[in-house]
């Protein structure tokens, strides 16, 4: 039985990092985009901004302040996951977006924003990978694999 867990284990250790990590941006990256593009639709009727003042309403910020903030981060933050460009501290901000949301929108959602902070958490310590402008430009990379152990019988 261990020989069996220990090969699926051995198979499951050479998924690569790097497809993880570019799937987590492209992922996670795509769900603030669209909402971004949303917000960005109702900008010019009102829409938007009538959303932070009923729906998204936070306590410590304007709801103009608050609208301009989420749009501009929802548009720009995806952008650079996708290309992997500063991808830990886009990842970074996105999760304090993601709290922020959580703690004072929609806190019945910990389902939803539990997985984008696992895909940011992922991309925040292991970084975007080696399909990144950050490992072509900055030589950041995931850590090695680890070598598994040999299977006993």
Not at 31 to 55: A, P, Q, Y
Not at 125 to 150: E, Q
């Amino acid at each position: 039985m261990k020989s069996v867990y220990g090969r699926v284990v051995g198979w499951f250790e050479r998924i690569p990092g790097d497809l993880i990590a570019l799937l987590a941006r492209i992922c996670v990256g795509t769900v603030f985009l669209r909402s971004g593009l949303l917000k960005l639709e109702g900008w010019e009727s009102g829409t938007t901004l009538s959303l932070f003042e009923t729906e998204y309403v936070l306590p410590f910020m304007s709801p103009t302040v608050a609208m301009y903030l989420a749009t501009g981060a929802e548009l720009a933050l995806p952008i650079l996951l996708f290309a992997g460009l500063f991808t830990r501290f886009a990842a970074l901000a996105l999760l304090i977006m993601t709290l922020v949301i959580q703690i004072f929108v929609y806190p019945n959602a910990f389902d939803t924003h539990g997985v984008w902070a696992v895909a940011f958490l992922f991309l925040m310590k292991y970084g975007a990978g080696r399909l990144s402008l950050d490992y072509l430009l900055l030589g950041d990379r995931l850590p090695a694999a680890r070598t598994p152990a040999p299977a006993q019988a």
